[in-house]
């Protein structure tokens, strides 16, 4: 991913929105324990939101990257699976995660390309299915029109002949 943070390309951040939102989920019932778990000051301004967008999963991204005992605590309560793999990674950190990540990210993104392109060729083939119907609905009104001009002309001609 080079020079950019893993996780500012969407794709990484669709991969990690379960474990952000998990994250939130346990900072905001931490905060309610008793005793409470201060939440970081970062995500304070957010304990409230029922949905997280934008600089709220920022936020949340953030903290968690920066407090390993955040990710514990993410990670004791969750269950396997609950996550998805990449979202695990992140997590969990184990040794090597940062390139395994990365693979999913490219799996995910190659996966996402494919389709596209499926979905994109599907919609060519349906426009050119509609452009071959009435290119075919065109064909056959010219055909009329040729024969209803074949037809007008030798009406013309018998009356040509009649007023002769």
Partial sequence: MGDRHP??????????RPALERAFVT????????PPVEPPKSLRPFLRFTRLRGRALA????????????RRRVA???DEGELGPAAALWIERPDGWEAAFDDLVDERR???DRR???EA??????RL?????????????RDDAIARAGAARGDVADERRRRR
């Fill in 7 to 16: 996780h500012d390309d969407p794709i990484a951040l669709a991969l990690l």
């Fill in 27 to 34: 900072v905001r019932a931490d905060a309610r324990a008793k």
């Fill in 59 to 70: 936020a949340v991204r953030a903290a968690v990257d920066a407090d390993d005992e955040l």
């Fill in 76 to 78: 004791d309560a969750v």
């Fill in 110 to 112: 190659s996966a996402d």
């Fill in 116 to 118: 596209r392109t499926d």
């Fill in 121 to 126: 060729e599907q919609e060519l083939s349906r």
């Fill in 129 to 141: 299915a509609a452009v071959e119907r009435e290119r075919d609905q065109l064909a056959a009104e």
